[in-house]
């Protein structure tokens, strides 16, 4: 398999969406959208499905003290920590403003503080924070809370704040120990706080530990990514996020503070994917869907391994709920029928919040086809395989036709029934998905509007 991977490499290794959703963004059908048809949406979804499953929260907490030159969040960078009361503030009011959709008390099954930096915010105030979102709602038996933590930034007032709140699930953004990459991407911890933050969590209770980890970064080597990944199995987090770096610059210009040719040669940064999983296997990790890992005995494994994983903005998850809510600016909600994101800007959203209404930027209204497509690319996400026979067969007909190519390469197993992703394929779930992508076909960009498969 060694050898035709490195064949086909360079033939795969084309511009490609992620799939966090479908339809992905860039073709969102914002002209059928607005605030009346995602609000209708909403109710539908929360009706059908709250005393069943619950639902998940996404909260968007921009603020950083610092840029990290790597990321593609949507952030604001600032040392003023005054801004954190005001922007909870409006959190709030926007929950206030989904409360008033439902005709019943909310169960919440999931909630997730992302970034930016949520430990940005003082521990009193991500107290403020949840205790206001919990307020008057019902907590799921099985819930499960996490949030993303910068390493050098977290104490363990923090951690221990959020474990009295209900949070089980850290997740630490690593990328790598190397100081020549920390330096250029200007994201710098130590190995002594990273391994500070982990013991203090695992002192306090916390049951599962995540390190986010990037290939591909500029000025990243062989011997740096090996020195990372042997200091990674000495910690033994429970999970891995072993992702590529997206290499952005038009959609985020703090990538320019370094050019292409920082970057890894496409030769090089498929042996540090390739170098970077067979190490994560060493240490005893199992692969989950793409880019994840996580040791024997984690709910998230047992998830894939039972048929359970999901995937939705906030990547892999073994809860399953069919109405997300994004609260937050730029966040991302999840209908199941429709997607919506909120402004990008913390003044409009602000402004927009505190007037008592909804913060909704753009969205998405998902067709019959859409639904259909929706399914298969996450069984192929989640499940490695996917089924003709469970969906109808019109929407099928082009997508399959473009698998053949795949087909041939040995990157997936073709039937009558369906589609099976073969081990060669794992390293190219995107391409595979992608030919199934109706509305990227119907009309292909111009310009490069995604990040770069290898």
């Known amino acids: 398999m060694e050898k035709l991977l490195k064949k086909i490499t360079g033939k795969y290794n084309v511009a490609v969406p992620r799939y966090t959703s479908y339809p992905t963004m860039p073709y969102w059908d914002n002209q059928t959208f607005n605030e009346g048809v995602w609000k209708d949406s909403v109710r539908m979804s929360f009706d059908e499905s709250n005393q069943a499953s619950g639902i998940s929260l996404y909260i968007h907490l921009p603020f950083c003290e610092n840029l990290c030159t790597y990321c593609g969040c949507n952030t604001r960078i600032t040392k003023n920590h005054s801004v954190e009361e005001p922007y909870i503030a409006a959190v709030l009011q926007e ?120 290939y591909g970064l500029p000025l990243q080597s062989l011997e740096g990514l090996v020195n990372t990944m042997n200091i990674v199995g000495g910690l033994n987090p429970d999970r891995i996020a072993f992702y590529s770096y997206a290499h952005v610059p038009w959609i985020k210009p703090g990538q320019r503070r370094f050019t292409e040719a920082d970057l890894p040669a496409p030769e090089l940064k498929a042996k540090l994917h390739k170098i970077g999983r067979s190490l994560l296997t060493s240490y005893g990790y199992m692969e ?103 969906y109808p067969e019109a929407v099928e007909e082009e997508g399959v036709a473009r698998l053949q190519a795949l087909a041939e390469d040995g990157l997936v197993e073709l039937s009558r029934s369906g589609l099976k992703v073969t081990p060669l394929g794992k390293y190219f779930l995107r391409n595979i998905c992608m030919c199934l992508d109706a509305r990227l076909w119907a009309a292909q960009p111009t310009t490069q509007l995604f990040s770069m498969a290898v």
């Open 288 to 390: 989950i869907g793409m880019d994840h890992f996580a040791l024997p005995g984690d709910e998230l494994l047992e998830a894939a391994q039972s048929g359970e994983l999901h995937r939705n903005f906030m990547g892999y998850t073994q809860e399953h709920t069919q109405l997300l809510i994004g609260l937050g600016v730029s966040s991302i909600g999840d209908s199941w029928y429709g997607f919506a994101q909120n402004v990008k800007t913390v003044e409009e959203y602000l402004a927009l919040t505190n007037a008592g209404g909804f913060a909704l930027m753009k969205g998405h209204l998902l067709s019959e086809a859409d639904l259909v497509l929706r399914r298969h690319i996450l069984d192929i996400m989640c499940k490695g395989q996917t089924q003709w026979n469970r």
């Open 95 to 214: 929950w206030r403003a989904y409360r008033n959709l439902f005709g019943e008390i909310p169960v919440i099954r999931e909630i997730h503080l992302g970034g930016g930096t949520p430990t940005f915010f003082s521990a009193n105030n991500l107290h403020r924070l949840i205790d206001g979102l919990l307020e008057g709602v019902h907590i799921h038996e099985k819930a499960e809370f996490s949030f993303e933590a910068h390493p050098a930034n977290t104490t363990r007032d923090h951690l221990q704040t959020l474990f009295d709140l209900g949070f089980r699930r850290l997740s630490l953004g690593i990328q790598d120990f190397d100081p020549r990459v920390q330096f250029i991407i200007n994201r710098q911890q130590s190995f002594e706080q990273v391994l500070e933050v982990t013991l203090q969590a695992r002192q306090i209770g916390y049951t599962s530990v995540n390190y986010d980890l990037i």
